[in-house]
Every structure is written in C-alpha cells, then in structure tokens.
Nanobody, 118 residues
Framework: QVQFVESGGGLVQPGGSLRLSCAAS????????MRWYRQAPGKERELVAT????????NYADAVKGRFTISRDDSKNTVYLQMNSLKPEDTAVYYC???????????WGQGTQVTVSS
C-alpha cells in the first residue's frame, strides 16, 4: 500500500535552513506529481509545494515562494523540501503526499515537526 516516511525536521532559529525528505512506496513514484503540505497547531493542513512528474515543473504557496525549493530523486523514490530563511510562521508538521491528478492518497505519513524559534 501507499506509504510516506518524512524526516529531517527539527528546531531551528529564524533565518536558518532545513532539508526535509520523504521516502515514498507502494506506487510507481516517477509517474506522479508529489506535494508537500504543512499543518500548524489549530490550523487546517495547507499545500506548500508541488513538483510534477519528471521534475517538469514546480509550484509554491505564496508564503514560501523564493525561500523553499521542492525537488525529487526518482531513483530513490524520494521528494525533498529545502527550506531557507525560515520564519516562526513556518512552524508546523510537514507531510508529503502523491498527487494522482485530482486527489491525494488517503494515507498520510506521520509527518516531521519543524519548529522555528529563537
């Protein structure tokens, strides 16, 4: 079945950087777009970034544009999120998921906690 294992989160000071990884399994990874989402305490889960199949294109939420970069390695079934110039408002649990074209997978991984604080 579809599975996602996110890693790379942690505590970082404002202005710092982190690189998140998500190992996916249970489907043909290279065939599909992948997305990163985040959920802050008391808020709805929100879309952060999308990368199309074969890394053909990327899209970002306005809040992270210019600071975050999504990438993928199809040989490792892994999607990454490089986060620079982190702000306290980036604090959230970050999740990845596959984009089937009109929906995500029903399964969500455990996510990885990112905390930006001095």
């Amino acid at each position: 079945q579809v599975q996602f294992v996110e890693s790379g989160g942690g505590l970082v000071q404002p202005g710092g950087s982190l690189r998140l990884s998500c190992a996916a399994s249970g489907f043909t990874f290279s065939w599909y777009a992948m997305r990163w989402y985040r959920q802050a305490p008391g808020k709805e889960r929100e879309l952060v970034a999308t990368i199309s199949r074969a890394a053909g294109g990327t899209n970002y939420a306005d809040a992270v544009k210019g600071r975050f970069t999504i990438s993928r390695d199809d040989s490792k079934n892994t999607v990454y999120l490089q986060m620079n110039s982190l702000k306290p408002e980036d604090t959230a649990v970050y999740y990845c998921n596959v984009w089937w074209g009109s929906s995500t997978a029903d399964y969500w991984g455990q996510g990885t906690q990112v905390t930006v604080s001095s």
